[in-house]
């Protein structure tokens, strides 16, 4: 089979993972519909997926999870880059040869017993300039059906290989070989080896013992930004933990943006928003990784690396996200949701009460009230990102689309104020730097903590995270001042005295992008404050909304004793980087310290 490779590196590369790793069958995946459908027909069979009711959800399985399988592994992600100072205080590092020899020994016929699938897939639109291509090596039939949906995966792409093209090798398995005659489980693991290795001097990716989302469906986190944003620094791009939309106002005036916020903060939400403002609407192009580059016109333009969605399933619901609901509709695989008794889904808000004989995320009944919830907290759904009902005209667009804004926000009970307009590029990247947020389910970890998460690429920068504070820096001067897109910090998730939530989200949402649009416009109103441009009384659409004066005034004022605190707590992060961290940034925060201390704010 693998006689029909003309690419005679793919071919010798792909041979010697055989070599190591002796699975009993090769697959060379085509990317067809048939091909997926006879994989899900042989997982249903072994008890990996649970057909959904062919007229609830057409084309559409449930898979449950090893309960030690259910989160991407921070603290077992490895940036393997020659010397440790390369790979930065934030990261994991492992010497390369160190982490070589170790992979030597794991994946020593780790696939006996199991079939070795070959997936080509492109990150980006076939063909685009922008586009970058990897080979996942799996022994995971789960991992190729959902790579299927997430990126553009099959011959098309072996095709544009040609002979010698370039691409990043990527090695998975799920760590449990299978001696003949032993029956498999249904979700095989090994998640006391698991170990998830990134090599940006070499561009490869190595992945071992989980079969779960990020660890496994390698073209996301570990190639798209991992490995993609070493490339963007060597390259001058920027590969963005970041959403992508275009807004369009009344008058049928369009704008994109892009967004970055920490993982489960409600970026999905954001991606495919209904808007709640009559004549405004949002069309989505991504909803988590965007790779930007600086054009001639000396604009930025970005494009989705992605070709589907990995959106956390909690509290999606016909008010949150409509159109998530709609896109997971059919052809969609759920993982660990709950399953009703008439063999569709459920997880915790998709309704407000929960439908009898719900069966949880590990195949348990479950009754309401119970003390652990029905779906797991970082269940997903994967469904393509051609059935989203808004998804945007533009969104395979080779060039990309313009980005005339760029967002950070973070899950933040106070201090951040609901939106806020950076000075300058350098003063937004101090901003992209100062992201900080309450942690959730979406790793393995502590919930509700705050933690640094800059940029919101704490677990995906894949190399020193000062020197890439360094490349945004950069980029600012490559590209036009007028032209670059300006940038803004948000917060969704002010609480009052009380504890609840001051802004109510989602289509709401809207107001503060319209804020941001009628400012690009050079409509809306704004005040000068040390931490940016803050909106004028009045600027901001509150039309309908039951805020008290003292809420509005609470989610647009700059906390002064708050933001004191702030900025000690930064002044302490940043030296984290040392000598490593980029002045203009300490210049910022010695800036905003000054002038909250004069009385001048
Ligand atoms: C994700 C994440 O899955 O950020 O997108 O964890
Ligand atoms: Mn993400």
Redesign the pocket.
Known sequence: MLDELRHQKLKAWIQEIIELCRPTKIVLCEGSEQEARLLCEEMVKKGTLIALDEKKRPGSFLARSNPKDV??VEERTFICSKTQIEAGPTNNWRDPDEMLTHLQQLFQGCMHGRTMYVVAFSMGPIGSHFSRVGVQLTDSPYAVINMRLMTRMGKDVLDILEEDGEFVPCVHSVGVPLPVGQKDVPWPCSPEKTVIAHFPHTKSIWSFGSGY??NALLG??CFALRIASYMGKEEKWLAE?MLIVGITNPNGKKRYVAAAF???CG?TNLAMMQAALPGWKVECVG???AWMHLAEDGRLYAINPEAGF???APGTSQRSNPNALATCRKNAIFTNVALTSDKDVWWEGLTSAPPEGVIDWQGMPWQPGAAQPAAHP?S?FTASASQCPIIDPHWEDPQGVPISAIIFGGRRSNTIPLVAEALDWEHGTFMGACVSSETTA??AGDIGKLRHDPF?ML??CGYNMADYFQHWLDMGKLGIADRLPRIYSVNWFNKDAQGQYIWPGFGDNIRVLKWIFERLDGTAAAKKTPIGYLPQEGSLDLSGLQLSPEQRSSLISLQAGLWQNEMKEMRSYFQKFADRLPKPLLQQLERIEQQLASEKV
């Open positions: 989160a991407r989302g990020g996301k986190k933990h920490p993982s489960a970026k909803d988590d990784i990995f959106g956390v970082n997903r979406a790793a919101a677990p995906f």
